[in-house]
């Protein structure tokens, strides 16, 4: 079964840093990997998707690299800001199957 | 509509009730899933549905649970006689199937307390 463990569970920063969100999961047959921002009460929106046979994918100040043979995935975010707050989940789904398999997230608070 | 979206965003009942959510996935999109997510626990994986059939329900947590899709667009979850650990917030998304990507898309979710 898949286990999918981000770290930090938590993550304070002040406004400006470059910070590094981690994703490891343990079942590398993986089909692609998604990386999203849950704010508080709010549903999921989904940041950047690499596929099995990519390396790595950017959205502005966002880059999510995929090391499938090592089992992990790091989120990267510059500059950050205090917008960027919110929790960020990573989900694999597998070669086999259809469904996400999610981490439990990493709550960001970036500091004015 | 231009994104997924979900009916009640709120709903309070009463132990041993029916509830019914209601699920409308982006338009033209094949694929629809159910998640829950408890209180301080990670997103729980429910069904999948590929058009009008579900051919991955192992995530339905018992015979309690049920959902179906209708037109290859609007899908329901059920739960009979609710308990209160039936209390979490339930998402729904979409993906289209079209070169395969396989993105998510996520509604903004539908709270249920159980009393």
């Known amino acids: 079964k898949q286990e999918v463990t981000q770290i930090p569970a938590a993550l304070s920063v002040p406004e400006g840093e470059n910070l590094v969100l981690n994703c490891s999961f343990t079942?590398?047959?993986?089909?692609?990997l998604q990386w999203f921002r849950q704010d508080p009460g709010k549903g999921l929106t989904s940041l950047l998707l690499?596929?099995?046979?990519?390396r790595e994918q950017t959205s502005g100040r966002l880059n999510a690299s995929l090391d499938k043979s090592s089992g992990r995935s790091t989120l990267y975010i510059a500059a950050s800001q205090p917008g960027d707050s919110a929790t960020y989940l990573c989900a694999v789904r597998q070669d086999s199957g259809y469904a996400l398999n999610f981490g439990k997230g990493t709550s960001l608070l970036v500091t004015p | 509509g231009a994104g997924v979206s979900q009916s009640p965003s709120n709903k309070v009942t009463e132990k041993g009730k029916d509830v019914e959510l209601r699920c409308d996935p982006i338009?033209?999109?094949?694929?629809l899933y159910w998640y829950r997510q408890s209180l301080g626990q990670g997103l729980e994986f429910l069904i999948y549905?590929?058009?009008?059939?579900?051919?991955?329900k192992s995530g339905l947590p018992s015979d309690r649970f049920s959902a179906e899709r209708t037109g290859g667009s609007v899908s329901t979850l059920t739960i009979q006689r609710t308990q209160q650990e039936d209390s979490a917030v339930y998402l729904c998304a979409s993906s289209s199937q079209t070169g395969n990507t396989g993105e998510l898309f996520f509604g903004e979710g539908s709270r249920l307390t159980v009393l």
């Open positions: 338009s033209g999109h094949t694929a």
């Open positions: 549905f590929q058009g009008n059939s579900a051919p991955d």
């Open positions: 079942d590398s047959a993986i089909y692609n």
């Open positions: 690499i596929q099995s046979s990519q």
